[in-house]
């Protein structure tokens, strides 16, 4: 089948892409509006930029069900401070709960019985059972459109690290078999990270600056 884009509906081009670009890491955002209400939310929309500084970037789309920006996005720019939790498998059921549309008084954490702990650099708490929380500062929001199937890039900056013991080997690496990290695929399926190999990458073959 081939299809072209601009003739679909955005419903349809949204289903082709995350089937087609899966497995997706999810960022459980918790954020904190002005006056303290905390938010926790799963982004699958998300991935590393770049090292220096060390930036991530997740997009929050518009709502579908009243065509308004989501409550991270609207915390986000009033604050300038979130969270990025990774999801590890014990998390799922959770997760999912989390990522249904509530009103912005509810408190995710409280709702699913989840435990905020304190930050280190920035006022959001992060979430204790999550086994690795990347503080972050906002870095810059590109924001795509306000119709539905738009949203806004939010690029953070990390400035804070929180990683499980058990998770951590040293030389600043993780274990992926201690984290379990859940990704997205498309529907309502979900993958598991269970079934891991290992590929050393072949050499470079052009000359190292020095």
């Not at 601009?6 to 955002?29: E, F, N, Q």
């Not at 915390?75 to 998390?91: H, K, M, Q, R």
């Not at 920035?122 to 924001?143: D, F, G, M, T, W």
């Amino acid at each position: 089948m081939e299809f072209r884009a601009s003739d679909l509906d955005y419903r349809d081009r949204y289903k082709l892409m995350t089937g087609a670009i899966a497995p997706r890491p999810i960022a459980w955002v918790s954020s904190m509006s002005p006056e303290g209400v905390l938010n926790l939310a799963p982004f699958s929309f998300f991935t590393a930029v770049c090292p220096e500084p060390p930036l991530v970037v997740f997009c929050p789309n518009i709502r579908s069900q009243n065509a308004l920006p989501k409550d991270t996005l609207r915390n986000i720019e009033a604050t300038g401070e979130f969270v990025i939790n990774i999801v590890s498998e014990p998390l799922t059921e959770a997760m999912n709960i989390t990522s249904t549309e509530l009103p912005p008084d509810v408190n995710e954490f409280e709702l699913t019985g989840l435990t905020p702990a304190p930050s280190v650099l920035v006022k959001p708490p992060r979430l204790a059972e999550s086994p690795i929380n990347l503080e972050c500062k906002l870095y810059q929001i590109v924001k795509i459109g306000d119709q539905l199937g738009q949203g806004s890039m939010v690029i953070g900056e990390i400035v804070y690290f929180h990683v499980a013991d058990r998770a951590y080997i040293p030389d600043y690496k993780i274990d992926t078999a201690q984290v379990q990290p859940v990704a997205r695929l498309g529907g309502i399926q979900y993958a598991r990270t269970t079934d891991l190999f290992d590929l050393a990458r072949p050499p470079a073959q052009i000359p190292t600056k020095s």
